[in-house]
């Protein structure tokens, strides 16, 4: 059975973290959205079962998916490894195999049940490792190791709905949200706030950004319904900025 879905697939699975051997810290699976739509995957879950197993084990999602975007779900937490997630955008708990099991994408949150279970609303599936009894295709894809993850070819693009062609066991390199995107930096606060009441008129305002930014020429615009437009000097740090306006806001 081929599973429904294919716009957000699971682009790597990792169950050696932290063991004997491994630098990176946790388990993981990254998921890729392969497809030109934004996927909202709220309320989705990411699922683990072992090689032969019934038993699935559940790490719930939330968000959205830009096209070209990847997402990272840590898992349990090995003593040994010394290099730690980026940011992941989910956590759950789930220690993985580090050489064969199951990982499901799954369209909502309720725990699967059976060794096998393709099919809606089962979004992707990986068996990863030779000993895994479920998979997509011809086969699961190659055995893990400690060092090893399965890698989605295409840089996790390529889905044929066959885990043995799509997959490729590799360095593990997880991937988060941020990963090859430079988002646009936003104001997270103003002071005076809005709505703000008994400001004084020669107050000045700061504005404080997410991030540092640079800025030059008209990027801000001060007009009052008494005294009009005005100008303002700009200064401060490079995430909060500071205008002292020409005269008095009234």
Same mark, same amino acid.
């Given at each position: 059975?081929?599973?429904?879905?294919? /716009?957000?697939?699971? #682009?790597?699975?990792?169950?050696?973290?932290?063991?004997?051997?491994?630098?990176?810290?946790?388990?993981?699976?990254? =998921?890729?959205?392969?497809?030109?739509?934004?996927?909202?995957?709220?309320?989705?879950?990411?699922?683990?079962?072992?090689?032969?197993?019934?038993?699935?084990?559940?790490? %719930? *999602?939330? @968000?959205? *998916?830009?096209?070209?975007?990847?997402?990272?779900?840590?898992?349990?937490? @090995?003593?040994?490894?010394?290099?730690?997630?980026?940011?992941?955008?989910?956590?759950?708990?789930?220690?993985?195999?580090?050489?064969?099991?199951?990982?499901?994408?799954? #369209?909502?949150?309720?725990?699967?049940?059976?060794?096998?279970? =393709?099919?809606?609303?089962?979004?992707?599936?990986?068996?990863?490792?030779? #000993?895994?009894?479920?998979? /997509?295709?011809?086969?699961?894809?190659?055995?893990?190791?400690?060092?090893?993850?399965?890698?989605?070819?295409?840089? %996790?693009? $390529? !889905?044929?709905?066959? +885990?043995?062609?799509?997959?490729?066991?590799?360095?593990?390199?997880?991937?988060?949200?941020?990963? @090859?995107?430079? &988002?646009?930096? &936003?104001?997270?606060?103003? $002071?005076?706030?809005?709505?703000?009441? +008994?400001?004084?008129?020669?107050?000045?305002?700061?504005?404080?950004?997410?991030?540092?930014? !640079?800025?030059?020429?008209?990027?801000?615009?001060?007009?009052?319904?008494? #005294?009009?437009?005005?100008?303002?000097?700009? @200064?401060?740090?490079?995430?909060?900025?500071?205008?002292?306006?020409?005269?008095? *806001?009234?």
């Amino acid at each position: 059975a081929t599973p429904a879905g294919g /716009e957000v697939v699971i #682009s790597k699975v990792y169950g050696g973290g932290g063991t004997p051997g491994a630098t990176v810290t946790p388990d993981f699976i990254e =998921l890729y959205n392969r497809s030109g739509n934004t996927v909202n995957v709220t309320g989705w879950s990411v699922q683990y079962a072992s090689s032969s197993g019934t038993s699935w084990q559940v790490t %719930g *999602l939330s @968000g959205s *998916l830009a096209p070209g975007q990847y997402y990272l779900i840590q898992q349990a937490q @090995g003593s040994g490894g010394t290099t730690p997630l980026p940011t992941p955008d989910a956590i759950g708990t789930i220690a993985m195999s580090g050489t064969s099991g199951k990982v499901a994408l799954v #369209s909502n949150s309720t725990a699967l049940s059976g060794s096998c279970p =393709l099919g809606s609303p089962v979004a992707d599936f990986v068996g990863y490792g030779s #000993s895994a009894n479920c998979f /997509e295709g011809s086969g699961p894809t190659g055995t893990l190791s400690n060092t090893t993850a399965a890698l989605r070819n295409g840089s %996790g693009a $390529t !889905d044929t709905d066959d +885990n043995a062609n799509d997959f490729t066991v590799g360095t593990p390199d997880p991937r988060n949200s941020s990963f @090859g995107f430079d &988002f646009a930096p &936003f104001v997270t606060s103003t $002071t005076p706030g809005n709505g703000a009441i +008994n400001v004084a008129n020669s107050a000045n305002i700061i504005i404080t950004f997410n991030e540092p930014v !640079d800025v030059a020429g008209s990027w801000f615009t001060i007009v009052c319904s008494s #005294s009009g437009g005005h100008t303002a000097v700009a @200064g401060g740090r490079p995430t909060h900025l500071k205008l002292q306006p020409d005269r008095e *806001l009234v």
